[in-house]
């Protein structure tokens, strides 16, 4: 039985408006939370407005995580928070050979998941009760690395060693990410193109679960690290057995 009350929370999502955080703003909608979903495109806020059905508890704020002073405005606005949680990833263009990788597009992906989550964490806890948490997303990159995946391997493993030490330094504000291993979200469209469902389809028959994730599964995992009080500084594995494999 999990022991931190939902019903009333008010949480922040970044990176609700598609995939993963969107499953779990409406799992959190429906049990009576307060979501407000964060993220840089006016276009997806309002289409996940629209998706969600302007749910009364639901709110929406354009936000560039990478950024200091927005990150700041965003708490500032926001006032009191119980939870924060951050799925977002820009990994367009990281995925290449060595010889092909473009800084700047591993920048993006260190600024998404590195910078932001950091920021998120400057700036939010000072927002948040001692019963508060944040949760983050790194992914099974970190531990079953392939070519083309070194800067999101290596910036998933950063994240996971960021999750440990802001755990003792927040005290007792709980930290933890979810790894979750191959979901099928729109991100597939920058990692496979349109190899996206057969490359998904190959995987699943390798996995021990039989299948690959959905974003349901993923909304699981960080509900049960928002609402359990005595996990910290935890990594979740939710990822089929990939690592097994």
Request: net charge negative.
């Amino acid at each position: 039985m999990t022991d931190i009350r939902i019903e009333g929370a008010k949480i922040i999502i970044v990176g609700g408006s598609s995939g993963m955080g969107l499953a779990l703003a409406r799992r959190l909608l429906g049990e009576g939370a307060a979501v407000t979903i964060a993220g840089r495109s006016e276009d997806k806020l309002t289409a996940a407005r629209r998706d969600l059905g302007e749910h009364p508890g639901l709110a929406t704020v354009a936000v560039d995580i990478s950024r200091d002073e927005e990150v700041a405005a965003l708490f500032c606005n926001s006032g009191p928070v119980d939870h924060i949680v951050s799925t977002a990833a820009d990994i367009e263009g990281a995925y290449q050979l060595l010889p092909s990788i473009e800084l700047a597009a591993a920048q993006r992906v260190v600024e998404s998941k590195f910078y932001g989550p950091l920021l998120l964490a400057k700036y939010g806890a000072v927002h948040l009760p001692p019963s508060g948490s944040i949760t983050y997303t790194s992914g099974v990159a970190a531990y079953r690395p392939a070519a083309r995946g070194s800067v999101v391997a290596a910036v998933n493993a950063a994240l996971e060693g960021l999750v440990r030490a802001l755990a003792v330094e927040l005290a007792p504000i709980r930290i933890n990410a979810v790894s979750p291993g191959w979901v099928d979200t729109p991100i597939w469209s920058f990692v496979a193109g349109d190899a996206k469902q057969a490359t998904l389809d190959a995987m699943a028959q390798r996995l021990p679960a039989g299948r690959v994730g959905r974003p349901d599964d993923i909304a699981d995992a960080i509900r049960f690290l928002i609402g359990n009080g005595f996990t910290t500084g935890t990594i979740l594995h939710v990822e089929g057995g990939h690592r097994l494999v």
